[in-house]
């Protein structure tokens, strides 16, 4: 008999433990799902991203198979989803579907069993061949405690969402509101940003035909280099708005003078010379973030040669930043190959001859060997900017496989013939065409 009530006394604290063991359990795991998603999110400005995070960190905390933020867009009165697991953008209007109903009435929509229910639409479910059983839609609100989006998951594997599941989602909606409100700020200022700076570099193209779309090219161009030499994407950024600036100050050089065809008086080069500075000096007056300051330096050093002997300030070596390195390079090679009304381009390993010749003098050799290893594809894309979408896209596919450096290789050994004839002819279909 005391056998046996030793063996309940057992069993009950047993029991007991079990189940504290699981609460503490459960309660690490939420405590850990939040701790990981605010890590996640809190340095995150990139929507997208941002999005991508919270989707897969909701579904996997509440143990759901999909999850999707929808946005609310106030002007047009829509709900959008950039991503959602297994589907692209989706946008509709704001009152439609669960989602709508929970985003103009502020309700938590718990729903066990999804056709059963009135509100909810099979005929996503028909069109995306995918089959809801439960859903949890929630709204999220911001410090204002307006409704800015709405998190809906979907089929939780072990049945359907509980209360714990919602005090979890609420939690993770305060935390995310802040973050995705600051996510969509900050990509509404950058694209503020981005067409102010590509409106700048349209002005300066468009002062001089001859170097039409010039900006825009050497932009492409830096990106390309930069990509090859694994530069980091903040630095390319920087890189890529130097770029599409590099040339501003010649807004400060007299329209007769820039625009000239014949030869230049000493005079007249040295007024053109004074470009970069000009550059430097317009830049400085905008009034750049932190993240940006450099750009007025790099674009400044766009004319400055590895051997000092350049200009403005005849920096050498790496006293030049190397963005400015890689501008030098892009620079002088979109001169060399942009279209120049009846003439057609400078044969191509002449060019690339130009860049070798001045290479260690001019150029730095890592940028010019970078330079080398752009995809021929690319190449093209670049130099017929503004018409790419006339290359054929198997062209390009096959281009694609060679870069400059096999390119001048099959050059030299034997375009006529095999292999090489099939790379050279098909970069040549396109660099050579003729120009009236
Ligand atoms: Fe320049
Ligand atoms: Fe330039």
Redesign the pocket.
Known sequence: MKVKEQDTIDSYSQSQITTKLKFYQEEHRRLTVLFNITRNISTELKLDKLLRILMDEVKRALKADRCTVFLLDKHRNELWSKVAHGEREIRFPGHLGVAGYVATTGHILNIPDAYADPRFNREIDKKTGYHTSNMLTFPMRNKLGEIIGVFQVLNKYDGPFTKEDEQLLDTISVISATQLENAQLYEEQKKTFDSFIETLASTIDARDPLTAGHSHRIAQYVDAIAHVMNILPNRREILRYAALL??YGKIAIREAILTKRGRLTVREYSHIQE??AYTRSILEKINFSNDYKSIPIIAAA??EKIDGTGYPKGLSGNDIPLEARILAVA?VFDALTSKRHYRDRMEFDKVIDILDRDTSTHFDEICVKAFKKIKLDVLIRILEDGTSDLLDKKDLKFLNNYNVNQLLEALKRHPRRGEDKLVAGTFNKYYNKAYS
């Open positions: 590099h040339d470009h970069p766009h004319h620079d």
